[in-house]
């Protein structure tokens, strides 16, 4: 089984300043991972995933996060961020197999970007 | 493309009354979820299909049900709603079992029981 923890429940920013939002996880087999964006009233919908290969993930409107198997963590980045920006993040694991794969989400990360 | 229409968006409902929240898609996904979202859990999976004709329990499936009798429906029914089940719930469907693949949502439906 996989679990997600997000040890951050709400992150506040200045517009234009770089943040990071914190993931890790645990799973007795390899994983997928992704993180999700939800705007007020809205749905999810996929930041970016890893799924294998290169480490470092590139996501939509500039986000990127990096996967980390020693620390098992996939924290979230964005160099410089917008008021547009504030929303909450969750981060979600799914392990590799056979059969129906759950994807479990962590509890979430609401982005408050002030100006 | 609409993706995942869930109906009804809100509902206010009556403890021990029935109630269907509906979810359709038109992306010709093989696999659909239910989520419920609550403040300080996240998402939970209550139920899933893999493909029609068949379904299976998630994490929290008690006091709900669904069916899946073609490819773009999935119908969760909540039999004698409780003031547990107020929640938001979350509609969502992928193309293959949850894993590899992108999941799509809903706008979710937002269900209050009194």
């Known amino acids: 089984a996989q679990s997600v923890t997000q040890l951050d429940s709400q992150v506040p920013v200045f517009e234009e300043a770089p943040v990071e939002l914190r993931c890790n996880y645990s799973?007795?087999?390899?994983?997928?991972l992704f993180w999700y964006v939800q705007y007020p009233n809205q749905g999810l919908q996929l930041l970016l995933k890893?799924?294998?290969?290169?480490?470092l993930v590139k996501g939509i409107n500039g986000f990127e996060a990096e996967f980390n198997k020693s620390q098992t963590s996939f924290h979230l980045r964005k160099p410089s961020v917008h008021i547009s920006d504030t929303a909450e993040y969750f981060c979600?694991?799914?392990?590799?197999?056979?059969?129906?794969?759950?994807?479990?989400f962590g509890t979430g990360t609401r982005l408050l970007v002030s100006p | 493309i609409a993706g995942i229409t869930q109906a009804p968006t809100s509902q206010i409902l009556a403890a021990g009354r029935r109630m269907t929240l509906r979810c359709t898609q038109d992306m010709r996904h093989n696999a659909m979820y239910w989520y419920r979202q609550d403040l300080g859990l996240g998402l939970r999976l209550i139920h899933y299909?893999?493909?029609?004709?068949?379904?299976g329990k998630g994490e929290v499936p008690d006091g709900y049900s669904v069916s899946r009798a073609n490819t773009d429906d999935f119908p969760l029914t909540l039999a004698s709603a409780v003031p547990s089940q107020t929640s938001v719930y979350f509609c969502?469907?992928?193309?293959?079992?949850?894993?590899?693949?992108?999941?799509?949502f809903g706008q979710g439906t937002r269900l209050t029981v009194v």
């Open positions: 979600a694991v799914s392990g590799m197999g056979t059969g129906f794969q759950k994807l479990v």
């Open positions: 799973s007795s087999v390899s994983v997928y």
């Open positions: 969502a469907s992928s193309d293959g079992g949850l894993g590899r693949t992108e999941a799509f």
């Open positions: 299909s893999n493909t029609a004709g068949t379904t």
């Open positions: 890893y799924l294998s290969g290169s480490t």
